[in-house]
T-cell receptor, first 110, second 117 residues
């Protein structure tokens, strides 16, 4: 079974402060991990994926297989980062489903 | 380019009435298709996913069903709606098995706000 846990439903920080959105997963093989974001009144969209080792809008996320975590980080939060963030996991087998965590609502205050 | 269409955007239905939400994808073939429900405080819950025509996997027991009559069409249905079926339903697609590879992302529709009264 595959499972994604985001322990924080709500996270509030001030502009310019560092932010970390936690994500832990449960999967017996080698998963693919993603972060999706939903800004107000917009579609859910991909933010970044671990396979690309990319930094998008200043966000990074490192897959830690030992801790089974894929935390999303940004050193200096901006007001426009306020959104709902979902961590997601896909298994390695063909046609594996994409499983999401419960999401974290991030609010960046001025 | 690929696009995903989901309709209707908003729906108000009485308890006990049937439901049919439709999702179609253009510009790709053999996609994996998904139905999610996004509930306040409960995140994004996978309801059904499909890797091919007529192939449906259900993630949670519920009052809903899904069908895939064509390669790029995914339908969410119910024979009799319950109040608890109210929510925001999202359809999504990702590259299917004919184009395997890591980092396959999902693309989401605009969603349907269903209110059962």
């Amino acid at each position: 079974a595959q499972r994604v846990t985001q322990p924080e439903k709500l996270l509030s920080v001030f502009k310019g402060a560092p932010v970390e959105l936690k994500c832990n997963y449960s999967y017996s093989g080698s998963p693919e991990l993603f972060w999706y974001v939903q800004y107000s009144r917009q579609r859910l969209q991909l933010l970044l994926r671990h396979i690309s080792r990319e930094s998008i809008k200043g966000f990074t996320a490192d897959l830690n297989k030992g801790e089974t975590s894929f935390h999303l980080k940004k050193p200096f939060a901006q007001e426009e980062d306020s959104a709902m963030y979902y961590c997601a996991l896909r298994g390695e087998t063909s046609g594996s489903r994409l499983t999401f965590g419960e999401g974290t609502q991030l609010t960046v205050n001025p | 380019s690929q696009t995903i269409h989901q309709w209707p955007a908003t729906l108000v239905q009485p308890v006990g009435s049937p439901l049919s939400l439709e999702c179609t994808v253009e510009g790709t073939s053999n996609p994996n298709l998904y139905w999610y429900r996004q509930a306040a405080g409960r995140g994004l819950q996978l309801l059904f996913y499909s890797v091919g025509i007529g192939q449906i996997s259900s993630e949670v027991p519920q009052n809903l069903s899904a069908s895939r009559p064509q390669d790029r069409q995914f339908i969410l249905s119910s024979k009799k709606l319950l109040l608890s079926d109210s929510g925001f339903y999202l359809c999504a697609w990702s590259v299917g098995r004919l184009r395997e590879g890591p980092g396959r992302k999902a693309f989401f529709g605009q969603g349907t706000r269903l209110t059962v009264v």
